[in-house]
């Protein structure tokens, strides 16, 4: 990885030209925007930091216009406002690349860089739990389910949810959901285009190979008849049931990389937001709404073999950085901070920290 030594010297020589022009008016040789400091220009694959922070400030911004949810908008302005990274030697290649080490998270529910953190924290945490699981249950199939129900208005959404989650209780209950090992549920609200409110529960569920065999299987038609049971509803609701295909090993992968390659799709769509930010910067008023409506209420529920797979209630700044992660380093820091005016993170050199 030529060009990230060659920008890590690049940024030592432009600390020292910094402090060599300090007493000078500070007259920029080039733009902002044509600086070659961002986070982008070291590390392009760190381009969703950018992206996902950009938006953090628009919704931020609904939130500040908004007296009750004021408080929202200061911790979220804070949100992920420096980072700081360790340089990591990949081995394999020789390369080393930048790794986040630390950042603070403002954990507001809908903040777009927190859950995009928290999506890629389950997500690793469900691939490392993968190992074991498939150990215990060799044979195991999976199933990617999707419960809906009819949009609501948004000022319903509560007690939608509410109901919602009461008829998961009496369906896991239901004598065709005793074999399921484990399952993972989430919970995500869309926008309708008439502004109403989509709720529907994303699940993944391990079942054994019995599953599919003889008057175990559960059909799509069986599957809509007892989902509205358990909603106690008289119309019939929209339910996707996928089984996820399993996929034989390919040379110099083990049957475990294939589970974890088959299961990608599934994986990522049912631990992902709750709600996507295009929708939320859409209507201010609905997304308003729907954070009052969503207060407290839990979008995420696991039972089974799947129970402690997610360790939902961990979610500290190192567990939302994922800096527990692969490699070491020598413990310098490399900070870039979120310039509002620039939409990017930029290099702040002042808060570099030097090798142990
Ligand atoms: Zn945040």
């Known amino acids: ?7 890590r010297a690049q940024d030592n020589a432009q600390c020292e030209q910094l402090s060599h022009f300090s007493e000078s008016p500070a007259v920029p040789a080039v733009s902002p925007s044509q600086a070659r400091d961002g986070l982008t220009d070291y590390s392009p694959t760190d381009r969703p930091w950018d992206e996902h922070r950009s938006i953090a400030d628009d919704v931020g911004g609904i939130y500040a216009s908004a ?19 360790g340089w990591v030697d990949t081995p394999e290649t020789g390369e080393s690349r930048l790794r986040l080490r630390e950042a603070h998270f403002c954990r507001v529910r809908h903040c777009p860089v927190c859950q995009w953190r928290r999506s890629l ?16 249950h060799p044979k195991a199939r999976w199933l ?15 007690d939608t949810i509410k109901a919602m989650n009461a008829a998961w209780q009496r369906l896991k209950d239901r004598k065709e959901f005793k074999p399921v090992l484990g399952w993972v549920r989430t919970t995500e609200v869309t926008r309708g285009k008439d502004g109403t409110a989509h709720p529907h529960f994303h699940a993944l569920l391990m079942v054994p ?24 509803v008289d119309y019939l609701p929209n339910v996707d049931v996928r089984t996820v295909k399993p996929r034989s090993p390919r040379s110099g992968q083990t ?18 937001y709750s709600t996507k930010p295009a929708d939320m910067v859409a209507d201010e008023a609905w997304f308003l709404e729907l ?15 799947l129970k402690h797979v997610l360790k939902v209630d961990q979610e500290s700044d190192e ?19 979120w310039r509002t005016a620039d939409q990017r993170y930029r290099r702040a050199p002042r808060a570099d920290k030097s090798p142990d």
Not at 291 to 305: D, E, N, P, S
Not at 321 to 333: C, I, N
């Open 255 to 272: 049957p475990l990389d294939a589970t974890a390659q088959a299961l990608q799709g599934a994986v990522s769509e049912t631990l992902k």
């Open 209 to 232: 190979p019995s599953w599919f065999k003889g008057s175990n299987y559960v059909k799509h038609a069986r599957w809509v008849e007892l989902w509205a049971d358990c909603l106690r």
């Open 121 to 136: 924290m389950w997500q690793a945490r469900f691939y490392q739990s993968l190992p074991a699981l498939v150990e215990a």
């Open 291 to 305: 954070t009052k409506q969503t207060h407290r209420k839990r979008f995420v529920a696991t039972g089974g073999a």
């Open 319 to 337: 567990d939302l950085a994922l800096s527990d992660g692969e490699g070491s380093d020598d413990g310098s820091r490399l900070a870039f901070n």
């Open 1 to 7: 990885m030529e060009v990230l030594r060659a920008s």
């Open 67 to 85: 007296v009750e949810f004021e408080r929202y908008a200061a911790r979220m302005d804070a949100c992920a406002g420096l980072l700081r990274f």
């Open 144 to 158: 990617f389910l999707t419960l809906t129900v009819r949009n609501c208005a948004i000022g319903e959404l509560a």
